[in-house]
């Protein structure tokens, strides 16, 4: 694999920058939307499952919200990367640009959000009442595993969905079913049988929040199953991303304008 300018890096984090920016100011609460985003839903699904339906563990909210957030993260990325090509079709008709920046920009918008988020998650859990540990000095590690995650992912659907742009349905149907296959409402660890839990696990989103919840809720340091399971998805997204991108480079202009 070829070495990445340092002008498409430099132009990359300058798009980060002014998105990030234009966003605020179209926004009245500006850069708070950051935070109350994720507040809202919580409270949403704190209100459905811990009160209406009865089924919350002991300290629900924090275990929601360390489910809650990390899968916000992979699903928004996917689905703002889904349609980025697409909404690129006039850059890159006249001008050339490598098509993986176009994802990568709103990867990079996302993770800057989520970097303020997780700020929020670790004060909540604090507030809360849950100490911090020595285990939370893998969280720098498992948030860096989950950005790999999600520049894959995204990135990779960002490739296919030119080829195809019905595809885009059975992606936001996989975001849905991942939500609820991914232990957010429930600790696959009480619910899934011994014999079924590695298999729930090679999820690579339900791994990668076991893997929040054991360093920051439970004292423990992370699964080395649950790491491997990301790391064989992230190796083999990965892949195929860069091999889809760089197969039809020459080819999404036309494939978007047709």
């Known amino acids: 694999m070829a070495q990445i300018p340092m002008h498409f890096l430099s132009l990359l984090r300058t ?6 920016k ?22 949403v699904f704190y209100v459905v499952f811990s009160i209406f339906l009865a089924s919350g563990t002991e300290n629900f909210v924090a275990f929601l919200l360390t489910g809650l957030i990390p899968y916000t993260w992979f699903s928004r990325s ?14 890159l008709n006249n001008f050339r640009i490598n098509p993986i920046f176009f994802p990568l920009v709103e990867i990079g918008q996302d993770s800057v959000k989520q970097l303020v988020t997780f700020s929020f998650l670790l004060a909540f859990l604090l507030l809360y009442g849950i100490e911090p540990q020595a285990s939370w000095m893998y969280l720098p590690l498992i948030m860096l595993v989950q950005a790999l995650l999600v520049t894959a992912v ?15 349905y059975l992606v936001n149907t996989a975001l849905m079913a991942t939500m609820f296959a991914s232990g957010i409402f429930y600790d696959p660890q009480l619910l899934i049988t011994d014999e079924w839990r590695p298999i729930f696990f090679i999820n690579p989103v339900a791994s990668v929040i076991q893997m929040y919840r054991d360093i920051l809720m439970f ?25 889809a991108v760089s197969h039809y480079q020459k080819r999404y202009a036309r494939l978007l304008l047709e």
């Open 154 to 168: 995204a990135c990779f659907v960002a490739s296919i969905i030119p080829l195809l742009e019905d595809l885009k």
């Open 15 to 20: 798009k980060i920058t002014f998105n990030l």
């Open 78 to 91: 996917i689905s703002n990367s889904m349609t980025s090509l697409r909404s690129a079709t006039w850059a």
């Open 22 to 43: 234009a966003e605020a100011r179209r926004n009245q609460l500006s850069y708070a939307w950051w935070l109350l985003e994720p507040l809202f839903e919580t409270t």
């Open 219 to 243: 004292g423990s340091a992370p699964n080395l199953y649950n790491l491997l399971i990301v790391v064989l998805w992230i190796i083999g997204v990965g892949t195929l991303a860069l091999f």
